[in-house]
C-alpha cells in the first residue's frame, strides 16, 4: 500500500516511529485500511485522503492488533507485508496500553457496554494515548468517550 506521498516512512522492522520533531505520528486502525484494500464504495475516498494527509504529518504506525485484524483478508503474510510495503511502522503494544485498555473496557462494561469484542479497540485507544500518537479511525466515538487525550483523525 502506497501513499501518493510516494516516500516511506519507516522500514517494516522499525520498533518505534521516526524521531523527527516536527513530525506527527499516526496509529492507523484497521477499518481505513480495509476500506482501501477492499474499495468501500462509502469509505474508500475519505479513507485514501486521510491516510495520504497522516503520512504527509510524519510516520503511519501499525500495531499487532491492527495487523491481526487485516491479515485476514489475505492466505499468506508474503502478500500482506507486499500490500503494507514500507509505508508503516510496526509498533509492538505498549504494556502500559494493556492496563489502560482493560480499565477503559471495565468502564464501558460498566456504563452499559454489552460488546464483548471490543476490547481490541480499547487496546488501539490505550497505544495512542500512552505512544503520544495521533488516531486515524472511522470509529471515533468509543476512542473520543474513553481516550480524550487522544487526538483523532475522524469523518465525524
Known amino acids: 500500500m502506497t501513499t501518493d506521498s510516494g516516500s516511506s516512512r519507516a522500514s517494516p522492522g522499525s520498533p518505534e516511529p521516526e524521531a523527527d520533531p516536527g513530525a506527527v505520528a499516526t496509529l492507523v486502525d484497521s ?3 480495509l476500506d482501501i484494500m477492499t474499495e468501500d464504495e462509502t469509505w474508500v475516498e475519505w479513507s485514501v485522503r486521510a491516510l495520504e494527509e497522516a503520512a504527509d504529518q510524519g510516520p503511519l504506525v501499525i500495531n499487532p492488533l491492527v495487523y491481526a485484524e487485516i491479515s485476514i483478508r489475505f492466505s499468506r503474510v508474503e502478500d500482506l507485508e507486499r500490500e503494507l510495503g514500507d509505508d508503516f511502522v510496526r509498533s509492538p503494544l505498549p504494556w502500559d496500553a494493556a492496563f489502560l485498555a482493560g480499565k477503559a473496557f471495565v468502564t464501558y462494561r460498566r456504563n452499559g457496554g454489552t460488546k464483548a469484542s471490543t476490547l481490541p479497540d480499547f487496546y488501539i485507544g490505550a497505544h495512542a494515548a500512552v505512544s503520544g500518537l495521533q488516531l486515524l479511525s472511522r470509529d ?15 469523518p465525524h
Open 140 to 154: 471515533a466515538r468509543r476512542f473520543r468517550t474513553y481516550f480524550p487525550s487522544v487526538k483523532l483523525v475522524s
Open 31 to 33: 477499518n481505513v485500511l
